[in-house]
């Protein structure tokens, strides 16, 4: 098929876009570059644009007959949300709907879409399904959470199949450890205490320890990029005969900070500054995916879910690009 991939030069969508071309597919990565890496495009076509521009969207759609959209183009920064909410809607949502109408317009109805688990908010049961209440707490989730709305109401129309994937925390490298996270600032915690091994930060910083968990620390369902790219293609193969497709994408399975931080100590044999500092606003204390549904329907299964291996694919992806992807 040939899949137009927006977002294509970011951490994920340059990862789903290398797993395309290796199963056969033509993406074309449209993408600003605002946050993306021109380097990290692998095989495949290239237009530099706008989600905004909805001329150079339909003119994209029409020069290289796409078949299906996978759309990853959007901001993920919590804190930055709150202090922008005005600027995520306009992103993560007009931007989305933009897209949308300039598929319907040139009659492609596949659509995959990057989804959050920040749109269930502070859930109340724990491993969450994908049934629960939505009532997303910040801008970043309840901007996802309005497109999944729109893209609900969209198919049933008939003109729109989707899946809306609801990603839990996404790390590691991919095609061999060559794909890696490079945000800028970097705020996820594997490539920050990365950093700290590496001797590029100073120490790492938990935010909080006195959270209901174990060891005090917050605990999270940690899914290497693999995997969660090979869920795309999944859902994907569904969208010629299903309208409508929601799933959680995790392992199931909850690390602390506090292991994250003891597992790239083991997998980088480097011992570095750790400190304890204040909760930060909006965390809950636990988040972890019950995936049984992608599992059972789509027929998804995870090959690297053991934290070290997702740890020693970052390491490796930082060790060989100490200065990210240098663009
Ligand atoms: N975290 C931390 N120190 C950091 C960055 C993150 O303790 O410097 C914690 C954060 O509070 C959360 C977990 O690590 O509990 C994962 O955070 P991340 O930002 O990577 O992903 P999120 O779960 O927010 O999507």
Redo the contacts with the bound molecule.
């Keep these: 098929m040939n899949i137009l991939v927006c977002g294509g030069a970011g951490y994920i969508g340059s990862n789903m876009t290398a797993m395309l071309a290796r199963h056969g597919h033509n993406p074309v990565v449209y993408d600003n570059l605002s946050k993306g890496h021109k380097s990290a495009i692998r095989n495949a076509q290239f237009v530099r644009g706008d989600l905004a521009d909805y001329d150079l969207l339909v003119e994209t759609i029409k020069k290289y007959s796409i078949d299906a959209v996978m759309h990853f183009a959007a901001f993920i920064e919590?804190g930055e949300s709150v202090a922008d909410p005005l600027g995520y809607y306009y992103n993560n949502f007009c931007n989305a709907r933009n897209l949308l109408q300039a598929m319907v317009d040139t009659g492609v109805n596949k659509f995959v879409f990057s989804s959050?688990?920040?749109v269930y908010g502070e859930p109340e049961t724990i491993p969450i399904t994908e049934d629960i209440a939505k009532q997303p707490i910040n801008p970043y989730g309840d901007s996802k959470r309005a497109v999944e709305l729109m893209l609900s109401f969209l198919s049933k129309t008939g003109k729109m199949n989707y899946a809306a994937l609801r990603y839990?925390?996404a790390?590691g490298a991919g095609e061999d450890g060559t794909l890696g996270e490079d945000h800028q600032p970097e705020?996820?915690?594997?490539p920050?205490?990365i950093q700290a091994a590496m001797g590029k930060r100073e120490d790492?910083?938990?935010?909080?320890n006195d959270y209901p968990t174990h060891d005090g620390?917050?605990?999270?369902d940690y899914i290497h990029i693999e995997d969660l790219c090979k869920a795309h293609l999944l859902a994907l193969d569904k969208l010629d005969d299903e309208a409508e497709l929601i799933f959680n994408l995790g392992n199931g399975k909850g690390y602390s900070?506090l292991e994250?931080i003891e597992t790239v100590k083991k997998v980088s044999g480097k011992d570095f500054t750790v400190i304890t500092?204040d909760?930060?606003p909006g965390?809950p204390p636990v988040?972890t995916a019950d995936a049984s549904r992608a599992r059972q329907q789509l027929g998804w299964t995870t090959d690297f879910p053991e934290l070290e291996i997702i740890v020693e694919s970052a390491w490796k992806f930082h060790n060989a690009n100490p200065d990210g992807y240098g663009d």
């Design positions: 919590v959050t688990a920040a839990f925390n790390c705020s996820h915690l594997i920050l205490i790492i910083k938990i935010f909080g620390t917050c605990i999270r900070v994250v500092g909760r930060r965390d988040l």
